[in-house]
């Protein structure tokens, strides 16, 4: 049952054709919406989750982002179909991975809450995102060799900057699938959750980062993904500078001064 604040406080998003997406407060979620291929990741759908994510990320209602899919998968990958008859001209000509592109580039921070199959380019959807909960039924895989080809939206890059050479090399080499759990013990998941407060939890990690000044969590997270592109002496450079420039907002004034003051911080993201 829903309270008349949460009624509220719920608007609804444009519509898509593969996609759901609801604002709850500070909090968007988009589930993948193609249940009957698995939520395989044809360009339509690319293109509307870019669509949505990049809406949201200029939508200053919103704070975080959830992305989710449904109970039997994420996403098992890119849509096979899509792809089988591709040539290596017309697969560099339409360049669909730059879709995928643009969802590296969202400001804030999200959220992948993963239920069942994530497997190739739902694996890789899902590591693109900034944290990742799973339910106890997820299973994850890079299973790409199997059909005669590799990742291509950074499953060998960012499995193997998680999982280390030998690890990420097992995994994309034999196409084996992998659990929750194993994914929670090498560093990939941040909490496996039964499958019935999976999205209670997103939620619960949401709203928490939802309460933080915008301007330092987008700063952070920009901070943080800078680790994987400079040398240590340029990330804490960039670090420091972050640091400097947040002592120019509202919210670093109203988040210190709350601090003295003893009360809760009000940030307004200014
Ligand atoms: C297109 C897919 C699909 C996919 C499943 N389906 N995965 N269609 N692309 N990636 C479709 C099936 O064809 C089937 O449609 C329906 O979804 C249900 O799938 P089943 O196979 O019948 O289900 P099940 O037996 O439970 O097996 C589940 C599964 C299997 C283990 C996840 O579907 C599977 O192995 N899928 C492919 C996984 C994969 O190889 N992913 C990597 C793709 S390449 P019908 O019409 O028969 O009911 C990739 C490259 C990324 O992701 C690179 C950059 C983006």
């Not at 069942?116 to 899902?126: D, I, P, R, T, V």
Request: hydrophobic share 45%.
């Amino acid at each position: 049952m829903t309270t008349k604040l949460e009624e509220k406080e719920m608007t609804t998003a444009t519509t898509y054709k593969n996609l759901r997406t609801e604002v709850t407060g500070a909090t968007a979620v988009v589930t993948l919406n193609r249940p009957q291929v698995l939520n395989a990741l044809n360009t339509e759908l690319m293109t509307e989750l870019a669509d949505a994510l990049q809406n949201f990320d200029r939508d200053e209602q919103v704070r975080v982002i959830i992305l989710t899919g449904g109970e039997r998968a994420f996403a098992a990958g890119a849509d096979i179909k899509e792809m089988a008859d591709e040539s290596t001209v017309s697969m560099m000509l339409r360049d669909n991975l730059a879709i995928w592109d643009k969802i590296r580039f969202i400001k804030k921070p999200i959220i992948a809450a993963i239920s069942g199959f994530a497997l190739g380019g739902g694996c890789e959807l899902a590591m693109m995102c900034d944290m990742i909960i799973a339910s106890e039924t997820a299973q994850f895989g890079q299973p790409e060799i199997n059909i005669g080809v590799i990742p291509g939206a950074g499953g060998t890059q960012r499995l193997t900057r998680v999982f280390g050479k030998y690890r990420a090399m097992e995994i994309i080499l034999s196409g084996r699938p992998f659990s929750a759990k194993e994914a929670c013990e090498l560093g990939l998941v941040n909490r496996v959750v039964p499958v019935e407060v999976l999205m209670d939890e997103a939620h619960a990690l949401a709203a928490e980062i939802a309460k933080k000044s915008p301007l330092a969590v987008r700063l952070a997270k920009e901070a943080v993904l800078k680790t994987y592109e400079m040398t240590l002496n340029e990330g804490l450079q960039f670090e420091r500078k972050s640091f400097y420039m947040l002592f120019d907002s509202k919210d670093q004034k109203e988040g210190m001064k709350a601090f003295l003051e003893k009360r809760p911080a009000n940030f307004t993201g200014r």
